[in-house]
């Protein structure tokens, strides 16, 4: 029998925290009235989560890598980074969603985004096969019913039918390739496998493969990215942005510990795939961009874009590529955030997410457009925010392992990110509504979306200027997986 090992409780203390305050949401809606209840419902949610991650912050910060759970959970700085991640993105996320009509006020709404946290926060760190397929699956679930929500909206019907359907596809596939995995080795634990599986053969190439249908689908890479554009737009535009970040962001995170843990004796191998999908998902999201004028479908392929961006660091397979892999994952994570945020905050006013909504934004909501051009500078690699820093980091990362090719792509499909990011601020600084007087048509932004928004903005400016804090964070991250 194990001994009780009191860093076991701190290695899971967010995930107990987690459930601790979903049922508390769920015990208190029935007491709440109708009229407060989404500002109830979105500041304990919201407030919830940042106790948890302070009281994690203090508590549960790890020392020496270490195994816990039976193996079952890595208690390491890279899981627990990405639990921060997580956590912070479904406390602004829980702020965006208080003003969403027929979701702001469902306490299920926010049950769903907790649940989908503790999945995400599992996955960082699952060091078991069986762990991580119930984690990945922990996390889907509750966004596939996230995004099909609005059940008297057809879109939103339409794109939670399609995650689910795509998503349930390539989980299977990919819980086939975990079983091949294991019926190779015997094994399911990560930091097992590694002595077992074998080196490079066909075989190999195919488990392989099967494993990374489903991760490339989580992260959405080429060609497994086509349910994004439809889901994005139908989804509430609170969960796309939740989905376009802290799910990607866990989709990453399992790659960076598996392939790198799991996979290292086939590294020249799949370093060469994940090149020619980086290059692949980086050119189709950002040529595709081009074309939209739905700005959810538009930002949708940006986030296509930029999982190839994020790749290159995995590419690299160097501790510099997966420090810069997770400090590209920062940056956008408040980049994106902010984005998906400013097009809900406009949506909820006009109705519309199309670009002519936008028509002089800097004059119907100064402080809101003036948000929208931190946020899309950084989106396209402009100094001296976030997105800048983390270009940088990524494609360094890649000259210095020779992929000097694929850093060359990676700024050519910078340039091009980059004109259709000004497009949509020529359309709030230099358009005009037609025969209308900007001033009788404001867009108010309520004091949920006010102090998220803020937060996010500051947050991109600090983590392009003051970058070292947060390279160091990604750093002591990554080099638990060399």
Do not use: C
Not at 44 to 50: E, P, R, W
């Amino acid at each position: 029998m194990t001994a009780f090992v009191p860093s076991n409780i701190f290695a899971i203390l967010p995930e107990i925290l987690l459930l601790t305050l979903a049922l508390l949401v769920l015990i208190l809606d029935p007491f709440w009235k109708e009229a407060s209840r989404h500002l109830n419902l979105g500041w304990l949610t919201a407030g919830g989560l940042l106790l948890t991650l302070a009281v994690s912050l203090v508590l549960a910060r790890p020392s020496a890598p270490a195994l816990v759970f039976g193996g079952m959970l890595r208690y390491d700085w890279l899981g627990f980074a990405f639990k921060m991640f997580f956590l912070f993105s479904a406390a602004i996320t829980s702020l965006f969603m208080m003003d969403v009509e027929r979701l702001g006020r469902r306490a299920e709404a926010y049950m769903l985004l907790l649940a989908a946290t503790l999945g995400m926060s599992l996955m960082a760190s699952a060091a078991d096969l069986v762990m991580l397929y119930l984690a990945i699956e922990t996390t889907s679930i509750p966004l596939y019913i996230l995004a099909g929500f609005l059940t008297g909206d057809e879109k939103s019907t339409e794109s939670g039918f399609k995650y689910l359907l795509f998503g349930a596809l390539t989980s299977t596939v990919m819980l086939y390739g975990f079983s091949l995995i294991y019926g190779f080795s015997g094994k399911t634990g990560l930091y097992e496998l590694a002595a077992s599986f074998p080196t490079f053969s066909l075989l190999a190439l195919g488990v392989l493969f099967m494993v990374l249908i489903g991760l490339a689908f989580k992260v959405s890479l080429f060609p497994f990215h086509f349910w994004a554009p439809d889901v994005y737009e139908g989804a509430p535009t609170p969960v796309a942005g939740f989905l376009s970040t802290a799910s990607k962001a866990a989709g990453f995170a399992v790659i960076l510990r598996l392939f790198m843990v799991v996979f290292p004796s086939i590294s020249t191998d799949w370093s060469l795939i994940l090149a020619i999908l980086a290059t692949l998902t980086m050119t189709v999201g950002n040529l595709i961009a081009l074309a939209q004028k739905n700005i959810k479908r538009m930002l949708a392929y940006s986030s296509i874009a930029h999982a190839g961006y994020a790749m290159i660091g995995v590419v690299a397979f160097s501790q510099l590529g997966a420090a810069s892999a997770v400090f590209y994952l920062i940056a956008y994570i408040l980049t994106n955030l902010a984005a998906f945020g400013i097009v809900a905050a406009v949506g909820r006013v006009t109705g519309s997410d199309d670009l002519k909504a936008y028509y002089g934004l800097s004059r119907r909501a100064p402080t809101l457009a003036l948000m929208m051009m931190v946020a899309f500078l950084s989106l396209a690699g402009m100094p001296p925010f976030g997105g800048f820093v983390a270009k940088v980091f990524v494609f360094a990362a890649a000259v210095e392992q020779g992929w000097v090719w694929l850093a060359v792509v990676g700024v050519l499909n910078s340039i091009i990110g980059l004109y259709y990011y000004m497009i949509v601020l020529k359309y709030v600084y230099l358009y005009r509504m037609e025969n209308e007087d900007e001033e009788k048509h404001p867009i108010p932004i309520s004091r949920p979306y006010a102090i998220a928004l803020t937060i996010l903005s500051i947050g991109i400016i600090l983590v392009g200027v003051l970058f070292g804090p947060w390279f160091g964070l990604a750093s002591s991250s990554a080099a638990n997986l060399f």
